[in-house]
Nanobody, 118 residues
Framework: QVQLAESGGGLVQPGGSLRLSCAAS????????MGWYRQAPMKERELVAT???????TYADFVKGRFFISRDNAKNSVYLQMSSLKPEDTAVYYC????????????WGQGTQVTVSS
């Protein structure tokens, strides 16, 4: 059974930085993409950034130039470096590991709270 565990969330002032980490326990087979999503109160969960097995990245427009996603396959981990944080970045951040064809698994973490406030 694969489990994902996020860490690194917390309270930060506007303009500050945080680094989120997500590590998988258990065995993961094949190629997989990793991603970060977030959900603010009363809003739908939305994509923040993804990185596939070839290290190609995508970012939501609202984080381009401020957030940076990276991965460490040896540690089965994905990271999200967040800078220039804004109050509207406040949300629960979730990591996701998703198998790439022909692997169709889809794992989610429990989430970590990020609060941007003065």
């Amino acid at each position: 059974q694969v489990q994902l565990a996020e860490s690194g969330g917390g309270l930060v002032q506007p303009g500050g930085s945080l680094r989120l980490s997500c590590a998988a326990s258990g065995s993961i087979f094949g190629r997989y993409g990793m991603g970060w999503y977030r959900q603010a109160p009363m809003k739908e969960r939305e994509l923040v950034a993804t990185i596939d097995s070839g290290y190609t990245t995508t970012y939501a427009d609202f984080v381009k130039g401020r957030f940076f996603i990276s991965r460490d396959n040896a540690k089965n981990s994905v990271y999200l470096q967040m800078s220039s944080l804004k109050p509207e970045d406040t949300a629960v951040y979730y990591c996701r590991f998703r198998g790439e064809w022909p692997y169709n698994y889809d794992y989610w973490g429990q989430g970590t709270q990020v609060t941007v406030s003065s």
